[in-house]
């Protein structure tokens, strides 16, 4: 009988499992799609050289802003709206030759595309009650951080309006004081034209250096200053700088008489 002798296999490699496919490495930022924001175009107006270099040095740490001119005064920030055409003008209200919220409002008929967003050192009531009685779109207090600042040139860049919390406050104090938005206060309204006058008047200017400045007749300033009288019930210079002062006009602590030249 043939004996079968049985041989043992080899036991079997086991298989190795399928390996994992490398990870792929992640996407580094530049790989990203870009999602950069709008840059913003800002113009800085104040009377004051050492505010409108510090504004400047405070943008300009933000990428998404870009400063494209500054101005002295009211009237030159007009002309630089006109010239530049910035998205935002970051303006003092105290201002010679004429203030902020008056220059914002020519602003919003010579540029309509341009949004203003005024500066301020005090919340000054008489300053608050023509936030109330116009269209302003930005009124901030100096004192705010910076942050602050850039966030309400965009909020204004974006189409909304914006207010320190403490001017916040005060517009509804105004407002629920007085019914009719006046402030308890008679309804005189001035054209432009008028507070233009009233302000140069209030800066210790004469006739002909108004004439000059707004490039009008002399007798059409007479007109001017005799409607602001009859207006206010005013009948002398000094009342009418008083005026201008109690009403926001002109801050009373940038009374400087224009240069002769």
Not at 62 to 72: C, F, K, N, T, Y
Not at 174 to 198: D, F, M
């Amino acid at each position: 009988m043939t004996k079968i002798h049985l041989t043992k296999r080899p036991p079997a490699k086991a298989k190795k499992p399928p390996g994992k496919p490398p990870a792929r490495p992640p996407l580094r930022h530049q790989d990203k799609p870009a999602t950069r924001a709008k840059t913003l175009s800002v113009g800085i107006a104040d009377d004051h050289t050492f505010i409108r270099e510090a504004l400047r040095s405070v943008l300009s740490t933000d990428d998404s802003i870009r400063v494209v001119g500054e101005a002295e005064n009211g009237r030159k920030a007009i002309e630089m709206a006109v010239a530049e055409r910035p998205d935002v003008i970051l303006m003092d209200i105290g201002m010679p030759r004429l203030n902020g919220i008056e220059a914002a409002r020519q602003i919003r008929q010579v540029a309509p595309g341009v949004r203003v967003v005024l500066l301020t050192a005090f919340g000054n009531d008489q300053y608050i009650q023509q936030v109330v009685d116009g269209d302003i779109d930005a009124y901030i207090l100096k004192d705010s951080p910076a942050s602050l600042v850039t966030h309400a040139i965009r909020e204004v860049a974006g189409g909304k309006r914006f207010f320190s919390p403490v001017i916040s406050h005060r517009i509804r104090k105004i407002s629920a004081a007085a019914p009719n938005g006046n402030g308890g206060k008679p309804n005189v309204k001035l054209t432009s034209r008028e507070v233009e006058v009233l302000q140069l008047i209030a800066e210790g200017a004469a006739n002909k250096q108004i004439a000059g400045e707004l490039g009008i007749s002399i007798k059409t300033v007479e007109k001017h200053r005799q409607n602001l009288m009859d207006k206010l019930h005013i009948h002398d210079t000094a009342s009418l700088t008083r005026y201008a002062i109690s009403s926001g006009v002109i801050d009373n602590m940038v009374q400087l008489p224009l240069p002769l030249a």
